[in-house]
């Protein structure tokens, strides 16, 4: 059959997407990228806030379109949006052949033509999300973790690829539905990880990025200290990387021993991505997430003493109950102090299972965006000065492809930029022709704009 896949969410998720990929064609099915043409629909979703299970929901009504008129013959819903609202999907979208949670990966081959089911506990919408959100949130038993020998597809550029390092999360943070919906923390094998890189730079993968829900707490769910330092040296041995990215880092997680390995490895980019969420003591208590402002402070503080030319990125979330102007006003000092290189900014989303859902959602909807939109304002003066202060400056710069926007430049990240979430470089007073995708240059940044980068190559 052939087999039309839409993948929405994180790094994460596209991951599972992929790993779902190779299985199918590993069956002997055909993927196309033409819904119209698909005769099963895949849609791999996300529902970690609200917008994103607006998108998941929406995005299955127009796939629905395509099976009420006779396009596809199945429609198979997969991801977090099924682990969370297995029942319900079924029961409002009749169109929905089949649901597989974020557990049941190793099932889609059968789900596509009905010859297995699904195999995991539905999670249930709790009847009493309030009297349910009291009690301390617990990872569920979920148990699905890929390995070297999974087939997978990448769907990412050929010089790219994400590798999840582990999967879940043991945290209680009170926002964050993740635990439940990929229940506790494990760890793949260091021998696993190293394989699968392998295996990726031999097939022209120049990019390496570890995921997971917290990538400094890897291996320690296997009592393995100092498992995150030995694997990084690990693959930076790996012939054909030439970049090694780590995302979402745990700030209460990171050793001295991770920082050096950073700064030791030199196919590990000197980039930290850190999420904080918040700086005020009063709103990180109630978020249930451990640290301080101070901690947050030596710690940046220890990044740019021990790691050279570092780039720092977090995020944060506004509006969280409880935070009051005194709380914000907190958070925009920390940010100016703190002087970070990238922020992502959300305003909080009050999520039915998560323990926040007990707490009143008492910031109005357009002070949360207003608090967004000032603290934005504040990081763009704050990255708009510390770009224009690297001009002068060489770096190499990884080569995307043609900018849309103008045929004479060519779009590139350097390594202080993930793909996608951060800015991008633009690489000018060349021949474009002479630029191709996975392409490393060495350059000269010579100006700015807000948050992207000009660069011309040098000889």
Not at 367 to 380: C, E, N, V
């Amino acid at each position: 059959m052939k087999i039309g896949f839409v993948s929405l969410g994180c790094p994460k998720n596209l991951v599972d997407s992929e790993v779902m990929l190779g299985l199918v064609e590993r069956a002997g099915h055909e993927v196309t990228e033409r819904a119209e043409g698909a005769d099963v629909i895949v849609v791999n979703t996300c529902a970690f806030i609200d917008k994103a299970k607006e998108e998941s929901v929406d995005t299955i009504l127009d796939v629905a379109r395509h099976k009420r008129d006779g396009a596809c013959r199945r429609l198979v819903v997969t991801g977090c949006l099924a682990e969370r609202y297995r029942d319900e999907l079924r029961k409002h979208m009749p169109e929905i052949d089949a649901v597989l949670g974020t557990d049941e990966i190793p099932d889609i081959v059968g789900a596509l033509d009905g010859s297995a089911r699904a195999t995991g506990v539905p999670m249930q919408l709790l009847r009493d999300p309030v009297e349910a959100a009291a009690e301390p949130a617990q990872p569920r038993q979920l148990k699905y973790l890929y390995d070297a020998d999974t087939p997978r597809r990448r769907t990412t550029a050929s010089h790219l690829a994400y590798v999840k390092v582990a999967e879940g999360c043991d945290y209680a943070c009170a926002f964050c539905i993740i635990p439940t919906l990929r229940g506790g923390y494990r760890s793949r094998p260091a021998d696993s990880i190293v394989a699968e890189a392998r295996a990726m730079a031999a097939r022209g993968v120049k990019e390496l990025i570890l995921i997971s829900q917290d990538t400094t707490m890897y291996g320690l769910d296997r009592d393995e200290r100092g498992a995150l330092p030995r694997l990084l040296h690990a693959l930076n041995g790996v012939d054909g990387l030439e970049w090694i990215r780590l995302l979402y880092l745990y700030p209460t997680t990171i050793t001295g021993d991770t920082i050096d390995a950073i700064a030791d490895c030199d196919k590990v980019c000197n980039y930290i991505d850190l999420p904080l969420q918040h700086s005020s003591a009063a709103i990180l208590r109630q978020m249930g997430r451990p640290g301080t402002r101070a901690s947050y402070e030596r710690l940046l503080e220890s990044f740019r003493h021990r790691i050279s030319e570092i780039t720092l990125r977090t995020t944060f979330i506004v509006g969280f109950p409880g935070e009051t102007d005194a709380d914000f006003a907190e958070l925009c000092d920390f940010v100016e102090h703190a002087q970070f290189d990238h922020v992502g900014v959300f305003t909080y989303s009050h999520e039915e299972g998560t323990r926040a859902f007990a707490l009143e959602d008492d910031v109005p909807a357009d002070t949360k965006t207003a608090r967004r939109r000032d603290l934005m304002l504040r990081q763009q003066k704050i990255a708009s000065r510390r770009q224009a202060e690297r001009v002068g400056q060489r770096v190499r710069v990884l080569i995307e492809g043609h900018s849309a926007e103008h045929p004479l430049v060519v779009r590139g990240r350097w390594a202080g930029q993930a793909p996608e979430i951060d800015p991008i470089t633009y690489l000018t007073e060349c021949d474009p022709s002479g630029f191709a995708p996975g392409q490393l240059v060495d350059t000269e940044i010579v100006g700015s704009h807000d948050y992207d980068l000009l660069v011309r190559p040098l000889p």
